[in-house]
């Protein structure tokens, strides 16, 4: 069959334009007639090559399966186009009875098929999606014993059966049926052949059958996953159940290939939801925003290609992140990698085409985040981790720096300053619901907005950060936080100290809850919010326990092990933010990447594959190192020192 020849037939699949009103009764003969045609189209290749017979059997059903064609044509209700149906079907029977070759023979009765649906049109396609589990328990039931369990055609009932029943792992004969063809055949039975109807069967039971039964000879599901995913053209071929059940893999092959078409026919008729997910805007604006700076390119404006490709990841993407995270987190790193190639390309200054490519390879992997956001995908424990797993990560960072405040204030006997902390993260916890409410409905806060105020908010935490870690670790040194405690026993905390931890604290906090609030509100939208209540109330309890945990054990801690372990965490909490505010700032289109596509993404640690904030986290490290070095080398001296002036105060004494 060629590509005109499918599309045609598919265009009348789908059209009711001309179509007359039928009755039950004309449906029914209707279906008859085209199941006929479609059995004459795949199985009379058995029956003649080259112009001569070569099974007797199979050519006298064709003449026989023919000639009856004519008659059902001929007894439909009279319409405008009965007459031709009626000259076409008399053309077959000449054209069998010539014995013509199969592909003539094949292409007439393809061709009178969509003639007739055209028509007297009967429904084509399921209501709902096929349930493939369903179609499997039909068919063990139903037609394991005559067609056998592995759809060989060589079931226990089978012997004696003339004709024999169909090999559903034929794949040559496979190629040939649509999945509404077996639909068909599987409600009305098939005359001349011991095939009963089950019309008793629901019509979405005859449908899960048909789909099951379809897929047997086809195993390549994996591949045609990967072809479905990888190719838009594939998907805008067959965009619908009604597309998907008219078509035979031969039709599909035509236009893609053979095998490509096996696979993709493996994959769709054991996924048919595949073509039936909602996924209606969901990243509509990131599409749009990639056209548009891909055309903004092609006209020579490098710099509106750039915004605009930015604004695709920040206004069109990065809302819908969060959810995606918890689904399918390497699908998130795979877009946010390929969306930081775009942009390079487009800094650097690519050829059009290359800047194309990735823009099209984008759309392949928008259109795999929208099925995997698919409302059809969520469920209740998706909800419940989401939600766990975002308020876990977003709040341990804040919480481990705060705590490690409250624990130093307790060993160095100042809770008089506590106030100043608990008061910095609570109007943290208050400016960021209200940044929220703001954002969303007085004012719009950009993408980049969002993203400057992460960037550089975790950039000035990481440098005071920094200045306390080194600071820690100089007063574990031996006889440091002793001649420390000496110096301000009678001393309260300045009140500049006391803003500046309170400073600290709002800081650290708020940075993280304006952005924690704007992921739980994209997973609200996915429904099961008693899921996701109970997965935020689940992560509050454990950073309750680690919170907990870290200041009794800091408590017990000798002062000096005390200093060091905190020294070490706020260490890494610095490399960490870091890594996390350079990333920022180049998600907001302040700063240039440089794609490091070989290292992976590790969110925890604050490591991003582009080779600035990798930089930043080395050059936070050596600072780190250096102070601590420093500290290091000071305590040296100071214990060079002491035996001094130990001597030099025992001369006094004695002086006395």
């Known amino acids: 069959m060629t590509l005109r020849t499918f599309l045609a037939q598919l265009i009348a699949f789908l059209s009711i334009a001309v179509a007359v ?64 149906l009626i000259a076409d079907a008399r053309a077959l029977v000449r054209l069998i009875s010539a014995k013509a070759e199969p592909a003539v023979v094949a292409r007439h009765a393809r061709g009178l098929a969509s003639e007739l649906i055209t028509a007297y049109p009967v429904p ?26 592995s759809g060989g055609g060589a079931g226990p009932a089978a012997e004696g059966l003339d004709p024999p029943p169909i090999a559903f792992d034929d794949v040559a004969r496979a190629r040939e049926r649509s999945a509404f063809a077996l639909y068909q ?92 997910i909602d996924t209606t805007g969901s990243l509509a604006l990131a ?29 069109g ?3 819908l992140e969060a959810v995606l995270s918890t689904r399918d987190a390497d699908l998130l790193a795979s877009v946010e990698i390929g969306m930081a190639e775009l942009r390079a390309a487009i800094s650097r200054g690519d050829p059009v085409a290359a800047v194309a490519e990735k823009v099209n390879a984008l759309d392949v992997l928008f259109y795999r985040a929208e099925a995997v956001l698919a409302p059809d995908n969520a469920s209740a424990m998706s909800a419940f981790l989401g939600a766990f797993a975002i308020l876990l990560r977003e709040g341990l960072e804040a919480l481990l720096i705060v705590i490690a405040m409250i624990a130093f204030l307790r060993k160095a006997e100042r809770t008089e300053v506590m106030p100043f902390v608990h008061s910095g993260w609570l ?42 870690g080194i600071w820690m670790h100089g007063k574990s040194q031996a006889g440091e936080w002793q001649r420390y405690i000496q110096k301000t026993m009678r001393h309260a905390l300045s009140r500049r100290s006391a803003w500046f931890l309170f400073g600290l604290a709002f800081l650290v906090v708020y940075r993280e809850v304006f952005e924690t609030i704007l992921f739980f509100a994209a997973l609200w ?16 309890v454990l950073l309750a326990l680690i919170a907990w945990a870290m200041l009794r054990y800091s408590h017990r801690l000798p002062i000096g092990a ?35 596509p070989n290292l992976p993404r590790i969110p925890i640690l604050g490591i991003t594959p582009a080779l600035e904030p990798v930089a930043a986290q080395i050059f936070m490290l050596a600072l780190i190192a250096l102070g601590y070095w420093r500290n290091k080398m000071k305590g040296m001296q100071s214990g060079l020192r002491k035996p001094v002036d130990s001597a030099r105060g025992a001369e006094k004494q004695y002086d006395r």
């Open 317 to 319: 993407f990065e809302p």
């Open 124 to 149: 084509l396609a399921p209501e709902a999606v096929p349930d493939l589990a369903r179609g499997a328990a039909l068919y063990a039931r139903n037609c394991a014993s005559c067609h056998g369990e």
């Open 185 to 276: 055949v599987i409600g009305q039975g098939l005359e001349g052949t011991a095939m009963p109807g089950f019309s008793d069967l629901p019509a979405e039971d005859r449908w899960s059958l048909a789909y099951y039964s379809g897929s047997i000879a086809f195993p390549e599901v994996e591949r045609g996953r990967r072809i479905w995913n990888d190719e838009p053209a594939i998907r805008a071929r067959i965009p619908d159940l009604a597309a998907l059940s008219g078509l035979t893999p031969a039709a599909l092959g035509e236009a893609i290939g053979t095998e490509r078409a096996d696979a993709v026919m493996a994959y769709l008729r054991t996924h048919p939801e595949a073509v039936a």
């Open 21 to 84: 009103p039928a009755s039950a009764g004309t449906h029914e003969a209707v279906q008859t007639t085209w199941r006929l045609l479609d059995y004459i189209a795949v199985d009379y290749t058995e029956a003649v090559s080259g112009g001569e017979v070569t099974n007797e059997l199979e050519y006298a059903e064709m003449q026989e399966f023919s000639a009856s064609v004519v008659e059902r044509t001929s007894a439909l209700p009279a319409n405008s186009a009965q007459a031709q």
């Open 525 to 540: 939208t996915q429904g099961h919010t008693d899921a996701i209540l109970a997965g935020a109330a689940s992560a509050i």
């Open 427 to 468: 109007l943290a916890l208050a400016a960021g619901a209200l940044t929220w409410v703001v954002a969303t409905y007085l004012i719009g806060v950009s993408g980049a907005g969002r993203e400057l105020v992460e960037g550089f908010g975790s950039i000035f935490a990481a440098l005071v950060l920094l200045s306390i």
């Open 562 to 596: 005390f200093f060091a372990y905190s020294s070490v965490l706020i260490g890494f909490l610095a490399v960490v933010l870091a890594g996390k505010g350079i990333s920022g700032l180049q998600e907001a289109g302040l700063l240039g990447i440089t794609p490091l």
């Open 287 to 315: 599409r749009e925003r990639l056209q548009q700076s891909l055309a903004a390119y092609e006209a020579g404006n490098k710099t509106e290609a750039r915004e605009l490709a930015l604004s695709a990841y920040l206004d």
